[in-house]
């Protein structure tokens, strides 16, 4: 099929679909999912994202493309794979157990729609204007951070004494209960963060306002996370670091890793390894875990089975807070490598890309991720797209 350049009105057009669909997830996390947070308003922020695919997915068939040429296609299909596997996995328990849920069809919405939406994205806009819709991004999910928590609580002495008190700990500990503390926006502006620390160049302020941003919120992993972003971002010969290949089979090993990881996990929640740690090393895991280690023995100790993704959240009426263990649960050994090698095949064992899904699958194993986090795999794997298309574009500086 003929490429055909878009023209600049269309090409407006698609950058406001994505900014309307920002707008509605600052709108709706920062105003209204904290009174009514299964409410259809929740939805509305989806139903753009899916509008927008369906918009884009029409231009790619015409033949539009923003940089001439298809890209990210093979990494589209290896994480359609994985969704293959998923859904066959999913079937296969339902059938053997006999009952299906609803949240499966929602959960595997939640998992597809960054998958798509990212493949579109880098296909119809180009570098310029991925830089240019992070930014809006970050002006409204930033906007929408503060609703959340309430402009009111935004004063010096609260921000400096936040920032005093950041700590890595765990537990009821006065740094774990920071009034900052988002669950709504923390991971998307994380991603941003990832996404100005690579594109330093003429964003240093985009770069620094994320930092301060991801601080505020108050999640360890992160905030651990965003202070080797600023370091990486600035190293002396940064552009050669930040793109090192780590060898063309380096990936495996994150793959391995964190196929192993979730088994770990749930070992590390139980009271006899609780125990060990605390008796051995005087670790309190329980501290670490801050009630998740007591959702994972409520399910184990409660005769659950698995009808597939999403099957405990209707087990036991939330969401297992530990995503690597719920996906273990749920999807067994095979889903689980499945997932860890799909995600970490695509990043071809680039530097930057696999300190980025580093992170993101330590907090899989820690928090939640992918089914709560849309729009921030949105902005992983549009730069995880980035790093392989244009590395070379962009980065110095």
């Not at 209707?314 to 297992?320: A, H, M, T, W, Y």
Request: aromatic share 16%; glycine share 8%.
């Amino acid at each position: 099929m003929k490429t055909v350049r878009l023209s600049r009105a269309v090409r407006d057009m698609n950058i406001l679909l994505f900014i309307i669909a920002l707008a509605f997830k600052g709108v709706v996390d920062g105003l209204v999912i904290q009174n009514d947070p299964n409410g259809p308003l929740n939805l509305a922020k989806y139903i753009v994202l899916i509008i927008c695919i369906l918009v884009y997915s029409y231009e790619i068939h015409l033949g539009y493309r923003a940089s001439g040429r298809s890209i990210f296609v093979n990494e589209f299909q290896t994480l359609m794979i994985m969704c293959g596997f998923i859904f066959l996995i999913t079937v296969y328990y339902v059938v053997k157990n006999g009952e299906y849920y609803s949240i499966t069809l929602k959960e595997f919405t939640f998992l597809l729609i960054p998958i798509v939406f990212s493949f579109c994205a880098l296909n119809i806009f180009n570098l310029h204007e991925l830089i240019f819709c992070a930014k809006v991004a970050l002006i409204i999910l930033g906007i929408g951070y503060i609703f959340e928590i309430g402009p009111i609580n935004f004063t010096p002495s609260n921000i400096l004494s936040a920032i005093m008190n950041i700590s890595l700990a765990g537990g009821n500990t006065a740094s774990s209960d920071s009034i900052f503390e988002s669950s709504a926006f923390s991971d998307s502006i994380m991603s941003l963060l990832f996404f100005f620390g690579y594109y330093k160049r003429g964003n240093k302020k985009w770069l620094w306002i994320s930092f301060f941003l991801v601080l505020l919120a108050n999640k360890r992993l992160m905030m651990l996370f965003s202070v080797v972003i600023i370091v990486i971002a600035y190293l002396p010969n940064r552009v050669a670091i930040q793109n090192k290949v780590l060898g063309r089979w380096g990936w495996v090993v994150g793959a391995v890793v964190f196929s192993v990881s979730p088994f770990i996990v749930e070992y590390l929640t139980t009271p006899q390894a609780e125990w060990i740690f605390l008796q051995k090393f005087s670790i309190n895991l329980a501290n670490f875990w801050m009630g998740r280690d007591s959702m994972v023995m409520n399910i184990l100790s409660s005769g659950f089975v698995s009808h597939g993704l999403g099957s405990t959240y209707v087990f036991q009426g939330s969401l297992l807070e530990i995503e690597g263990v719920k996906f273990l649960l749920e999807l067994g050994a095979i889903g689980v490598i499945v997932i860890s090698f799909c995600y970490w095949k695509i990043t071809k064992s680039h530097m930057y890309s696999m300190v980025m899904m580093l992170y993101c699958f330590l907090n899989i194993n820690t928090s939640t991720s992918i089914m709560t986090g849309t729009f921030s795999w949105i902005f992983y794997l549009i730069l995880l797209g980035c790093c392989t298309y244009y590395s070379n574009i962009g980065t110095d500086g």
